[in-house]
Nanobody, 123 residues
Framework: VQLQAYGGGLVQTGGSLRLSCTAS????????MGWFRQVPGKEREFVAS????????DYADNVRDRFTISRDNAKNTVYLQMNSLKPEDTAVYYC?????????????????WGQGTLVTVSS
């Protein structure tokens, strides 16, 4: 079971980044997926999720209208397009595979986790 997240980096306030996360076929073909983020000293928090068909999405209030989650099941990849980035978006971003065809907001809804990719937004 492997999840490879990439696309993080340093960007200025107001800039954009697109994160990608590729999963091995057997783990993600019928499962929802999600993105979480974490800063040192704080709990990992929900960012966005998407059902396995891609027809249902959910966003945390503080990223709604700025971030967009999508997926390409043919490539076993989920994306997180992040626009209008703010310094408070700075964190390590993790992708995860849900235990079911849909995805919830709780950490316990996910069974597999990627290693994380660092996003730094400078002011």
């Amino acid at each position: 079971v492997q999840l490879q997240a990439y696309g993080g980096g340093l960007v200025q306030t107001g800039g954009s980044l697109r994160l990608s996360c590729t999963a091995s076929r057997r783990t993600a073909s019928n499962n929802g997926m999600g993105w979480f983020r974490q800063v040192p000293g704080k709990e990992r928090e929900f960012v966005a999720s998407i059902s396995w068909r891609g027809d249902m999405t959910d966003y945390a209030d503080n990223v709604r209208d700025r971030f967009t989650i999508s997926r390409d099941n043919a490539k076993n990849t989920v994306y997180l397009q992040m626009n209008s980035l703010k310094p408070e978006d700075t964190a390590v971003y993790y992708c995860a595979v849900s235990r079911s065809s849909y995805s919830g907001r709780g950490l316990q809804s996910y069974q597999y986790w990627g290693q994380g990719t660092l996003v730094t937004v400078s002011s």
